[in-house]
Structures are given as structure tokens and as C-alpha cells.
Antibody, heavy 117, light 109 residues
Framework: QLQLQESGPGLVKSSETLSLTCTVS??????????WGWIRQPPGKGLEWIGS???????HYSPSLKSRVTISVDTSNNKFSLKLTSVSAADTAVYYC?????????WGQGTLVTVSS | QSALTQPASVSGSPGQSITISCTGT?????????VSWYQQYPGNAPKLMIY???KRPSGVSNRFSGSKSGNTASLTISGLQAEDEADYYC?????????FGGGTRLTVL
């Protein structure tokens, strides 16, 4: 059964870089047909797609975040990562990692990242 | 402002049917049959309920159904139950990106 788990700091200072990792279990990323992605949800608000990556390294990013986002993959360790630079309070959210087909399933449990000033 | 438009809230009584609409454009919902719907309880991760407009994942009740007409997709829940009270989000592929609706809070009266 495919499972995903986010990890990383829960508190990031304004203007710094947010870094999260997603560990995948139950499938080999290098041989999987899935893309792998990140979605976030600010407190009390809706879902926002951040971007996706394939095992080859091919990426797609949200146009609104593209200038600040990097998603990378480490197939040897079955992980993929998110980096978001120059964060502000608007980036405070629960960040989810997801397996991507033409839909998102399954989801990690999510991790709250708070940007402090 | 979300790319896809959903009603902020809908409500219904147990046993009734409700429909949540999701309006996009000819560049997303209208162009691709890759609309999905997610159910989210407070404090939990979203759960896939419908994919590819009409398909139900294994384990999802057949009370949940999806459809699409033009630029508008819809989620229908029949035989409403108390456990259906949650937030629902639609989502569409849109040429190398993905867009979400703003979410609909379903209240079971």
C-alpha cells in the first residue's frame, strides 16, 4: 500500500527558505508511473497546487509560485523534496505531499509550517 | 480567488440528495476529463472521492457520483448521511498545471 509522509521544520523565519521532504513507502519511485507533488492549505482556507515532479526529474510548477519553488526527487532513497524561497506569512500553511496520476491519491498526513517574522 | 468556482456552502437533510457545482473554463474543466473531487474533515488530509469526472475509487460509497457538462462539473451525494458533513473540493487538470475550487462546506441538517 502506497504511503507518503512529510517531514521538515514546523517554523521558518520570514525571507528564509522552507524545506520539506516526503518519504514514499510501498512503491519504488524509480519504477513508478506516478508523478509526485505538493499541495498546501493555509489555515481555514482552500487547497493550492504547488507543483509536481516525475522520477526523471521533469517538473511542473504553479505559475504563481514558479519563481520561488523547486521540487526535486531522490529515487535512491524514495524521497522527494520541496524548497520555497523568500517565504512570508502568506506561506503559512499545512503542506501535503501526494502521489499524482490525473488526480491526487494518496495524500500524506500533512505538516503545518508557520512563517514567523 | 480560486480558479474553479464552487458554492461556499450547501446543506441537506438526511436521506436527501445534494449537488455541488464546480465551474471552470474551456481551458480546464471544459477541455479535459480529468476532474476530481476530494472530501476533507477538519484536521484531516483530503480524500479522493471521484476521479476522471465520473469514476469512484475502491471503497468510496456509490452514493457519491460525478458528472460534467460543458465547463461545469458536479458532485452528487445521494441518501445524505451525517458522516457526509465535510468540506468538498473539485480539481481539474489544465495543461501542465492543476487548479482547485475554493471548496464547499456541506452541512447535514
Amino acid at each position: 500500500q502506497l504511503q507518503l509522509q512529510e517531514s521538515g521544520p514546523g517554523l521558518v523565519k520570514s525571507s528564509e527558505t522552507l524545506s520539506l521532504t516526503c518519504t514514499v513507502s510501498g512503491d519504488s519511485m524509480s519504477s513508478s508511473t506516478y508523478y509526485w507533488g505538493w499541495i498546501r492549505q493555509p489555515p481555514g482556507k482552500g487547497l493550492e497546487w504547488i507543483g509536481s515532479i516525475y522520477s526523471t526529474g521533469s517538473t511542473h510548477y504553479s505559475p504563481s509560485l514558479k519563481s520561488r519553488v523547486t521540487i526535486s526527487v531522490d529515487t535512491s532513497n524514495n524521497k522527494f523534496s520541496l524548497k520555497l524561497t523568500s517565504v512570508s506569512a502568506a506561506d503559512t500553511a499545512v503542506y501535503y505531499c501526494v502521489a499524482v496520476d490525473w488526480f491526487f491519491d494518496p495524500w500524506g498526513q500533512g505538516t503545518l509550517v508557520t512563517v514567523s517574522s | 480567488q480560486s480558479a474553479l468556482t464552487q458554492p461556499a456552502s450547501v446543506s441537506g437533510s438526511p436521506g436527501q440528495s445534494i449537488t455541488i457545482s464546480c465551474t471552470g473554463t474551456s481551458s480546464d474543466v471544459g477541455r479535459y476529463n480529468y476532474v476530481s473531487w476530494y472530501q476533507q474533515y477538519p484536521g484531516n488530509a483530503p480524500k479522493l472521492m471521484i476521479y476522471d469526472v465520473t469514476k469512484r475509487p475502491s471503497g468510496v460509497s456509490n452514493r457519491f457520483s460525478g458528472s460534467k457538462s460543458g465547463n461545469t462539473a458536479s458532485l452528487t451525494i445521494s441518501g445524505l448521511q451525517a458522516e457526509d458533513e465535510a468540506d468538498y473540493y473539485c480539481c481539474s487538470y489544465a495543461a501542465s498545471r492543476t487548479v482547485f475550487g475554493g471548496g464547499t462546506r456541506l452541512t447535514v441538517l
